[in-house]
């Protein structure tokens, strides 16, 4: 059965680096891609970056100089790193795996002093 | 990146009637393998998105064949014939043909 579940710190000061991992079962890290994709409050889906099945990551330009996607394929887990956090980054953080048929429940992140 | 633009529904929608909601790419999503690289999602309230269609027009594992979708290279159409309450949400496009996957920008969609 496949699962993704996401963990977080909830809340995230400004100018501080988000962390979050994405725990995965039911398949392997090095047989499907992993995505993320945000939500800020009360808005629409942006996808984030990839993690892809080999190792190669992709980003969105729009984050690129800001984010860094990761993983341990031992632990089954994929990383999202993301600096110089402002509020507009505050929203519900989700992990998808390669057909986008499986999502995590999300988890909200919250940047503020 | 290629810009989706989504078309509002003249919500609420009478339970049992039929509503499509449409979507626009910048760019022909229609592949030379031939597919078409567009993606429905319905996202609940309170609930993480649900992949409904896919490459257009196949409908995902579990969905209602309420639920069919057609369009053509850059005009793409989710039709939901005789909608129920559990319909209830906010409808997105995604195209996942070129990085980053962009998604439009969601139509909620309301039943009476």
């Known amino acids: 059965q496949v699962q993704l579940t996401e963990s977080g710190p909830g809340l995230v000061h400004p100018s501080e680096t988000l962390s979050l991992t994405c725990t995965v079962s039911?398949?392997?890290?090095?047989?499907?891609?992993v995505y993320w994709v945000r939500q800020p409050s009360g808005k629409g889906l942006e996808w984030m970056g990839r993690m892809r099945y080999n190792g190669d990551t992709s980003y969105n330009s729009a984050l690129k100089s800001r984010l860094s996607i990761s993983r341990d394929t031992s632990k089954n887990q994929v990383f999202l790193k993301m600096n110089s956090l402002q509020t507009d980054d505050t929203g519900t953080y989700y992990c998808t795996r390669d057909g986008f048929a499986y999502w995590g429940q999300g988890t909200l992140v919250t940047v503020s002093s | 990146d290629i810009v989706m633009t989504q078309g509002a529904l003249p919500n609420p929608v009478p339970s049992g009637e039929s509503a499509s909601i449409t979507c626009q790419s910048s760019k022909s999503l229609l592949h030379s393998n031939g597919k078409t690289y567009l993606n429905w999602y319905l996202q609940r309230p309170g609930q993480s998105p649900q992949l409904l269609i896919y490459w257009m027009s196949t409908r995902a594992s579990g969905v209602s064949d309420r639920f069919s979708g057609s369009g053509s290279g850059t005009d793409f159409t989710l039709k939901i014939s005789s909608v129920e309450a559990e319909d209830v949400g906010v409808y997105y496009c995604q195209q996942f043909l070129e990085y980053p996957f962009t998604f439009g920008s969601g139509t909620k969609l309301e039943i009476k």
């Open positions: 039911g398949f392997s890290l090095t047989g499907y891609s």
